[in-house]
T-cell receptor, first 111, second 114 residues
């Protein structure tokens, strides 16, 4: 079974700071997704990356898929309190495989 | 647009009781999933379904039963609830299982087994 390790597990920062969250595996994934989950709600998809080395930007969020498709990172520039939440990465096992989720990074951005 | 809805949102039950969590989606998505989310474990797949009358086990299926008589509904039953099944349960759906496809989650059902 492929495993996805996320780090850090918890992150508490001040508004305006930058941060990076990492998602690592020893296995290759056909695609990797990042979700954000707010308290009391289900996860919501932020982005999907499928090509090794791919970089995608979503406003202040930058997502990168590693060249070998084993890891990914999420960078947030000038974090805001609205970015607070649980960030989950999820990798697909093969072209039709089930999604494997990391345990998540709980981000708290204080005003 | 109702999307995907779960009921009940909150449930407390006793050990040994049967509990059914309901899930309904309005998108006519082929695939539906049940996950549980626990501290220290993240989201784990319990069961999934590719279409009506087609279901398959996920990572942690023991103690759970699913059915899918209609495309839009995917109930999850705990036949004899145990304390270890205290968790937050999420139903989800997607158009396909192809890599990179979007999965849409419900708001979750909080289950406590006492």
């Amino acid at each position: 079974t492929q495993l996805l390790e996320q780090s850090p597990q918890f992150l508490s920062i001040q508004e305006g700071e930058n941060l990076t969250v990492y998602c690592n595996s020893s296995s290759v994934f056909s695609s990797l997704q990042w979700y954000r989950q707010e308290p009391g709600e289900g996860p919501v998809l932020l982005v999907t990356v499928v090509t090794g080395g791919e970089v995608k930007k979503l406003k202040r969020l930058t997502f990168q898929f590693g060249d070998a498709r084993k890891d990914s990172s999420l960078h947030i520039t000038a974090a805001q309190p609205g970015d607070t939440g649980l960030y989950l990465c999820a990798g697909a096992e093969g072209s039709q495989g089930n999604l494997i989720f990391g345990k998540g990074t709980k981000l708290s951005v204080k005003p | 647009d109702a999307g995907i809805t779960q009921s009940p949102r909150y449930k407390i039950t006793e050990t040994g009781r049967q509990v059914t969590l309901m899930c309904h989606q309005t998108w006519s998505h082929s695939y539906m999933f049940w996950y549980r989310q626990d501290l220290g474990h993240g989201l784990r797949l319990i069961y999934y379904s590719a279409a009506a009358d087609i279901t398959d086990k996920g990572e942690v299926p023991d103690g759970y039963v699913v059915s899918r008589s209609k495309t839009e509904n995917f109930p999850l039953t705990l036949e004899s609830a145990t304390r270890s099944q205290t968790s937050v349960y999420f139903c989800a759906s997607s158009e396909s299982k192809a890599s990179g496809n979007t999965i849409y989650f419900g708001e979750g059902s909080w289950l406590t087994v006492v």
